[in-house]
């Protein structure tokens, strides 16, 4: 089975900074791309970031130079926010795919922690 938990999320003002993580079970050595996902309140869910087997990584625009998705080890994936922004503020997600980095093939998520900027 597949677990993913999140943590980091707090409240923050405008410009500063938090890093999100991604705890995962040992089913994580066998997925191909991890990604994080936020959904603001009454907005739809958007996909972030995302970081490929290969290391390879992937951003939305709304967040490029600003964002960073990495793995910490088989076990943990982080994504670095700085110059945070109001429209930032969102339940923060992570899911993996064991396919590939399209939107549609994350299947597993975690329960989401809160991202709140003032």
């Known amino acids: 089975h597949v677990q993913l938990v999140e943590s980091g999320g707090s409240s923050v003002q405008a410009g500063g900074s938090l890093r999100l993580s991604c705890a995962a079970s040992?089913?994580?050595?066998?997925?191909?791309?991890m990604g994080w996902f936020r959904q603001g309140a009454g907005k739809q869910l958007e996909w972030v970031s995302s970081?490929?087997?290969?290391?390879?990584t992937s951003y939305a625009d709304s967040v490029k130079g600003r964002f960073t998705i990495s793995k910490a080890n088989p076990r943990m994936y982080l994504m670095q926010m700085n110059s945070l922004k109001r429209e930032d503020t969102a339940m923060y997600y992570c899911?993996?795919?064991?396919?590939?980095?399209?939107?549609?093939?994350?299947?597993?998520w975690g329960q989401g922690t809160q991202v709140t900027v003032s």
């Open positions: 899911a993996a795919s064991f396919r590939s980095c399209q939107i549609s093939d994350f299947g597993f």
């Open positions: 040992r089913d994580i050595y066998s997925i191909q791309c």
């Open positions: 970081i490929s087997t290969d290391g390879s």
